[in-house]
């Protein structure tokens, strides 16, 4: 059983900064590629960053240049570290676990978090 725990949300003013956090349990961490999503309300889940075992990392355009994804395998923990927020980053964000397919599509991910909200205020 795989169990993904987001953390670090909060309320933080536009021009601001926070970092997720996302823990994971179960099988061997680096063995697997893991993503980062949000949602806000009213609209679909959407793709925000991907990373994979191997190195290979891809963001969204709307957040390249201020979030930066990463990963501490000792720690079974991949972070998400956005900077700059504006006010449409306002949004559910989600940890996943990819488990194949396009990497910024929903479908492509097998187990995720419950979410941490994340509001930025004007």
């Known amino acids: 059983q795989v169990h993904l725990v987001e953390s670090g949300g909060g309320l933080v003013q536009a021009g601001g900064s926070l970092r997720l956090s996302c823990a994971a349990s179960g099988r061997t961490f680096t063995s697997y590629d893991m993503g980062w999503f949000r949602q806000a309300p009213g609209k679909v889940r959407e793709f925000v960053a991907y990373?994979?075992?191997?190195?290979?990392?891809r963001y969204v355009d709307s957040v390249k240049g201020r979030f930066t994804i990463s990963r501490d395998n000792a720690k079974n923990t991949v972070y998400l570290q956005m900077n700059s927020l504006k006010p449409e980053d306002t949004a559910v964000y989600y940890c996943?676990?990819?488990?194949?397919?396009?990497?910024?599509?929903?479908?492509?991910?097998?187990?995720w978090g419950q979410g941490t909200q994340v509001t930025v205020s004007s």
């Open positions: 996943a676990r990819y488990s194949g397919g396009m990497y910024s599509k929903v479908d492509a991910y097998e187990y």
């Open positions: 990373s994979s075992r191997s190195g290979v990392i």
